[in-house]
């Protein structure tokens, strides 16, 4: 290629995202070098609205590789979470319930600004705004990585490829055909979620089951909420005006008491679709799929960035353990150890979704099964000590892991 300006590294991340981030500072911590590309503005990454429920496991890696500072100042750390049902609301112990785990809120582009100041301050290479991206030869043991950046053209040499890029990315979909497996749940709703500039009306999470469906109340900050309902998933936003959004929250958030939501201006609307989807293997050749490159989980679990964060540990481990001692175990089972984590979290994402939510067709039967179900999990310990200890984050090391 002339004129093609030639870097070379260890690891070639695609995707800066939680995943793609994560990965490059654990592996500058042990020492092995990378280079990130990214297609969006760093502007856009820093300012793109996600949830942000980072499991205990997630909150103790970020403290742990030393970006949890602002976390630490600015999260909001919760012992529990409300199930609402019947116009009652029952609180879920989590914190007495797993001895002493806890969930903290803290947005997924925060979680993104500290790992980007981080990767910057010491040297870190990130190219943001690459275009016309494509990565070759990672069947072999020389993958290579080409895009344009600013005008120019660039390939990066380097010995693994982290393909973070998410689920429309170039990664997944330059593994041949017939490589992967790919299983995937579409579900028959979305939810409508706001960000308004109103104090959140509970301390804690409140997931409520109503039958005019789902919502779900949550928050940014003490002064932000963000608030959801379950909707159509190809729902008409024009059809939404914000008093009635206001209308319908108030509905599906009643209780016999007379809770009410605070209410103030709504900054930001949109529609979530809700999809389960994993790809099997997560790796080819030199190609590692991390986050949500590989799988897609429906938000009720709240599970895809610490997936996200849990993949990039296990891979930054593998590949240093590589560079350290030339062993592949590792590596080799890669995908073993990460599908075993994602496919607990789709259970429990989709087991949370068909509990709480209205489907089409219902003729009053499921309706009433979700009623039993919600009253088992909040009159027994063994049942309510199972969402907590999914929520709140399976332990990193699982049995049969040996990192």
């Known amino acids: 290629m002339a004129d093609c300006r030639k870097l070379r ?3 070639g991340i695609v995707g800066a995202g939680p995943a793609g981030l994560i ?8 020492g092995v ?13 820093e300012e793109r609205i996600r949830a942000g429920v980072l499991e205990q496991g997630t909150v103790d890696l970020l403290n742990e590789a ?3 500072g602002r976390m630490r100042r600015e999260g909001l750390v919760h012992h529990g979470i409300e199930l609402r049902f019947n116009r009652r ?5 989590m914190h007495e319930l797993t001895g002493g785990r806890a969930i903290t809120v803290y947005a997924q582009q925060e979680v993104v600004k500290d790992l980007i100041d981080a990767r910057l301050q010491v040297g870190g290479e990130i190219f943001f705004e690459a275009v016309q991206a494509a990565i070759q030869d990672f069947e072999g043991e020389s993958p290579r990585i080409r895009f344009q950046h600013a005008g120019e053209e660039y390939e990066i040499a380097c010995d693994f490829i982290g393909g973070c890029d998410g689920f429309h990315g170039i990664c997944r979909h330059a593994i041949p055909a017939g490589a992967l497996r790919c299983f995937e749940k579409v579900y028959p709703f979305g939810w409508l979620g706001i960000l308004a500039e109103a104090a959140p009306a509970s301390r804690e999470l409140i997931y409520s089951h109503h039958e005019r469906g789902f919502a779900l109340l949550s928050m940014r900050t003490p002064q932000i909420s963000r608030v959801y309902l379950q909707c159509r998933p190809d729902e008409d936003l024009a059809a939404w005006p914000d008093g009635r959004i206001w209308e319908e929250f108030a509905r599906r958030f009643e209780t016999v008491d007379g809770f009410r939501l605070n209410e103030g201006p709504i900054l930001q609307k949109g529609v979530t679709a809700m999809r389960s ?15 949500d490159a590989a799988h897609i989980v429906p938000p009720t679990g709240a599970k895809g960035l610490n997936l996200a964060a849990a993949d990039a540990r296990i891979l930054s481990r593998a590949v240093a353990d590589w560079y350290r001692a030339g062993a592949t175990g590792l590596l080799e089972r890669y995908s073993e150890i990460c599908l075993r984590r994602v496919w607990r979290a789709q259970h429990f994402s989709w087991w949370m979704t068909s509990m709480l939510h209205r489907f089409d067709g219902d003729d009053g039967f499921d309706y009433r099964r979700q009623l039993a179900e919600l009253d088992h999990v909040i009159t027994s310990r063994t049942a309510a000590a199972s969402l907590a200890e999914n929520y709140t984050g399976l332990p990193f090391d699982l049995p049969g892991e040996r990192l």
């Open 9 to 11: 590294t260890q690891v």
């Open 23 to 30: 990965l490059s500072h654990l592996l500058h911590l042990q």
């Open 66 to 68: 030393g970006v949890g």
């Open 277 to 291: 989807f994993v790809a099997e293997p997560m790796q080819y050749g030199r190609l590692f799929l991390a986050g």
């Open 89 to 93: 609301g029952h609180r879920i112990d």
């Open 33 to 45: 070098g990378s280079i990130v590309i990214e297609s969006q503005t760093r502007r856009h990454l």
